[in-house]
């Protein structure tokens, strides 16, 4: 699953992955929280900066769901600070500051779901 509120960076992401893994989009965390109460991914790919309700609200809800507590989380942001990239890493299983390549980003999918599979 991807969340962001940038159209562009849902295309880029579907258009670059979909031979590989069935992809479900959301705009909004509110969007996203509306999907989960039907469906589960295998991981999710988080914006950090959405209106309304940040990447950080709906991760907090989204680990208070005992259902989706285990469901990997990659976030994905334009914040390149450093307490973004630190909180995003701690909390989340890896984080990916764009511009990226679509490469690195299946890399990093690649990786947490062959660790998931393994544990």
Do not use: H
């Not at 258009?15 to 893994?21: A, C, F, I, Q």
């Not at 295998?42 to 907090?60: A, K, N, Q, R, V």
């Not at 973004?84 to 299946?106: H, M, Q, V």
Request: glycine share 4%.
């Amino acid at each position: 699953m991807v969340v962001d509120d940038d159209p562009d960076i849902i295309y880029s992401i579907r258009e670059g992955l979909y031979t590989e893994y069935e992809i479900l989009c959301a705009e909004s965390g509110k969007q996203c929280l509306k999907i989960l109460e039907t469906e589960i991914p295998d991981i999710i790919l988080l914006d950090i900066m959405m209106p309304y309700m940040s990447g950080w609200e709906t991760f907090d809800r989204i680990r208070k769901n005992t259902s989706l507590r285990n469901v990997p989380v990659v976030f994905i942001t334009a914040r390149t600070d450093k307490n973004a990239k630190e909180s995003g890493s701690f909390l989340g299983d890896d984080y990916l500051e764009k511009p990226f390549a679509i490469n690195d980003l299946k890399s990093i999918i690649d990786k947490i779901l062959r660790n998931k599979k393994t544990n």
